[in-house]
């Protein structure tokens, strides 16, 4: 079972990166494939109560690898962390089969909640670099999180999501009209009329200023 998974977990690597030239080299070198098999190990430990072993693993996982995953969270064979540096995967997270994790991206919390308060990932998305998906919410299957977004609702499967926070930009590749990235920034417009309404006021300070010195 456990070489099943491992070569689910290459022949995705294999899969999704062009730069990969063999399976071999990927077993050899690829970071985030040595995380998950050894995730695997420190997974089956912490299910039958050896705890402390599975911390010691994950803890030397992440000196190696710079990929930190607790323990207890599921991820499916079949996924792919591309380069992995900064990667956080927390304890009660799910990530299924076919899912890609770049660099820097976090499976988070938002606090100090009990039970399930980490994100399900569905099958076969893309969670870009950087991007933070947190707390108890649901990746739909085939979505895609934007880099640098902060994903803190649920995602319907076959959405891209972009932003923070992360907002819908389009669903099965059909762009949402009132939701496009080009579309006015509020935040700047609202911060322009302000600055309009200052320079007004600074008009009307100015000129009853020198009505008074009349």
């Known amino acids: 079972m456990f070489f099943k998974k491992l070569r689910l977990d290459i022949a995705a690597a294999k899969k999704?990166?062009?730069?990969?030239?063999?399976?071999?080299?990927?077993?050899?070198?690829?970071?985030?494939?040595?995380?998950l098999s050894r995730h695997r190990r420190a997974n089956f430990f912490y299910r039958h109560n050896f705890k402390y072993i599975a911390f010691l693993i994950s803890k030397r996982t992440k000196f190696l690898t710079g990929i930190e995953i607790h323990p207890a969270a599921k991820i499916a064979p079949g996924v792919f962390i591309d380069h992995g540096s900064g990667v956080v995967i927390g304890e009660t997270a799910v990530v299924g089969t076919g899912t890609i994790l770049y660099q820097g991206c976090t499976l988070g919390g938002t606090g100090k909640e009990t039970g399930k308060r980490h994100p399900t990932v569905g099958e076969y998305c893309v969670i870009s670099a950087g991007a933070k998906v947190l707390g108890n919410i649901k990746v739909g299957d085939h979505a895609?999180?934007?880099?640098?977004?902060?994903?803190?609702?649920?995602?319907?499967?076959?959405?891209?999501?972009?932003?923070?926070?992360?907002?819908v930009v389009r669903i099965q590749g059909e762009d949402l009209g009132d939701l496009k990235q080009e579309k006015e920034d509020p935040y700047l417009k609202e911060i322009c009329f302000l600055r309009e309404k200052v320079f007004e006021l600074e008009e009307r300070i100015k000129n009853l200023t020198e009505n008074g010195d009349e």
């Open 144 to 167: 895609k999180v934007g880099a640098g977004a902060v994903v803190l609702k649920d995602v319907p499967p076959y959405a891209t999501v972009v932003g923070v926070p992360a907002r």
């Open 16 to 35: 999704n990166d062009p730069a990969a030239k063999s399976k071999f080299l990927i077993w050899l070198t690829y970071g985030g494939v040595r995380a």
